[in-house]
């Protein structure tokens, strides 16, 4: 872990130099679900949670990284929309995906569940899941850090959503839609992912570039009450799609 920590550090230092050779050495603290575990849990909550030992948020090294090193980047907290950077990068990430490459097979930044919808064909589930992220209020979308997002994809086959937190770290979700198979045509089968794409946000310019050369750095996504944001994200959306699913069922 020191030596991982003293290659982020030297990594991030020389993208300040070279990117803000100008900026100053103030740092705005900042709190929310992707930071890793506070000094306050306790022993017994580490102890259950052996990844959160292990592995570590993206919003912990950057503080670590941005007190050592003044990298940050301004403003980004003021505002819910992507910035001009992460409007020009986020597709190529979210279509590259760095974080995603070893992501799905350690867990910590990704989570894959399979949705059964036994009375509703796939272009109806398509279409009431973005009706569910269109409805979403600005507290919701706070509960669940995508304050914003844009709806990549929305057919019968495929749903896919880039999603920002406030600090625009972006991640994705990826819906992907069939038929029941038994019997046949009567429902639906749906494989939901969300997944962290990278380890630097996309309003840092060259984002989708650093991120590649992070794939090997193992962080995590914490959300609350214990789960994994990506885990906490899913239940959310798959309880409010079936709730939705129930109300258009019922004005027929």
Known sequence: MLARSIILLTLCSA???WLYPHFGTHIEQRHSYRSSAKHSNSLEDQDSHPHKVKSTSRRHWLQVAGAATTLAVPALSAHASPSLFSSLQGPAQDLIAPGHWLGQFVG???????????????????????????????????????PEFTVARADAAQVHVLTWTKVEWLDSLDVRLKSSSSPPGSGTVATASFYATGFFPTSLPLAP?????????????????????????????NGLLTRKLVEKAGRV
């Open 15 to 17: 993208v300040q130099g």
């Open 108 to 146: 910590l930044n990704s989570k894959t569940e399979t949705w059964e919808f036994s009375s509703h064909s796939p272009a109806e589930v398509s279409a009431a899941l973005v009706e569910v992220l269109n409805e979403l209020t600005p507290e919701r979308r706070e509960k669940l850090l995508i």
């Open 209 to 237: 570039l650093l991120n590649v050369a992070m794939t090997w750095f193992p962080f995590a996504s914490p959300g609350p009450r214990g789960e994994m944001l990506q885990e906490f994200r899913l239940r959310a959306l």
